[in-house]
């Protein structure tokens, strides 16, 4: 069974460029998630889709930044403009269910530089 | 609000040497609790889980209990082999309305020499 994929792995631009990061969960999970990681420090939770809907979006940092999961199935994450600030390392993850103890997988990570 | 705090690295340590890494949790209600570990150019892998309180959760040689009584779960293996040599991550699921998002510590670097 495939795991979660993100691409691209890397992604160098320009500050106030565009960029669109993209996420497939493993198949039959409903519940996509997008975190990210900034200069080393936690790993902070960005949103939560659960099928196509937004759960939870508490963690997205202003509205530079758009996630969508259209059909329920891959999901994106734009950013745009980007700030050098939003350089870090974006995680992807799906989970079955998303109550508390089910397991969420992580895909790889993007990894983005903002120059 | 809920948060994670665990010890900071790195950890060096020499090949078959005891390792812990601490970590303790702020939560309201009754989390799960989980160990991830990021190797050198990879994602992030489960390592072990606890659900309740007394749980303990173990996988490939590591180990951690969850002690309600000292929101911790630290994590501890007897014997440390080089390919241990990683970043770990203790988290803490927490929400409402039934659906839950992780909440990360700062990562323990551990690098474990021959």
């Known amino acids: 069974e495939a795991g979660v994929t993100q691409f691209p792995s890397h992604s160098v631009i320009e500050k106030g460029q565009t960029v669109t990061l993209r996420c497939d969960p493993i198949?039959?999970?409903?519940?996509l998630y997008w975190y990210r990681r900034v200069m080393g420090k936690e790993i902070k939770f960005l949103l939560h889709f659960v099928k196509e809907s937004k759960q939870d979006e508490s963690g997205m940092p202003n509205n530079r930044f758009l996630a969508e999961r259209t059909g329920g199935t891959y999901s994106t994450l734009k950013v745009q403009p980007a700030e050098l600030e939003d350089s870090g390392v974006y995680f992807c993850?799906?989970?079955?269910?998303?109550?508390?103890?089910?397991?969420?997988?992580f895909g790889p990570g993007t990894r983005l530089t903002v120059l | 609000g809920d948060s994670v705090t665990q010890m900071e690295g790195p950890v060096t340590l020499s090949e078959e040497a005891f390792l812990t890494i601490n970590c303790t949790y702020t939560?309201?209600?009754?989390?799960?609790l989980f160990w991830y570990v990021q190797y050198p150019g990879e994602g992030l892998q489960l390592l072990l889980k606890?659900?309740?309180?007394?749980d303990k959760g173990s996988n490939k040689g590591f180990e951690a209990t969850y002690r309600k009584e000292t929101t911790s779960f630290h994590l501890e293996k007897g014997s440390v082999q080089v390919s241990d040599s990683a970043v770990y991550f203790c988290a803490l699921s927490a929400g409402t309305g039934g659906y839950n998002k992780l909440i990360f510590g700062a990562g323990t670097r551990l690098a474990v020499h021959p």
């Open positions: 939560a309201t209600g009754y989390p799960s």
């Open positions: 606890a659900t309740k309180a007394d």
């Open positions: 198949s039959g999970h409903d519940n």
């Open positions: 993850a799906s989970s079955l269910q998303g109550f508390s103890a089910d397991t969420q997988y």
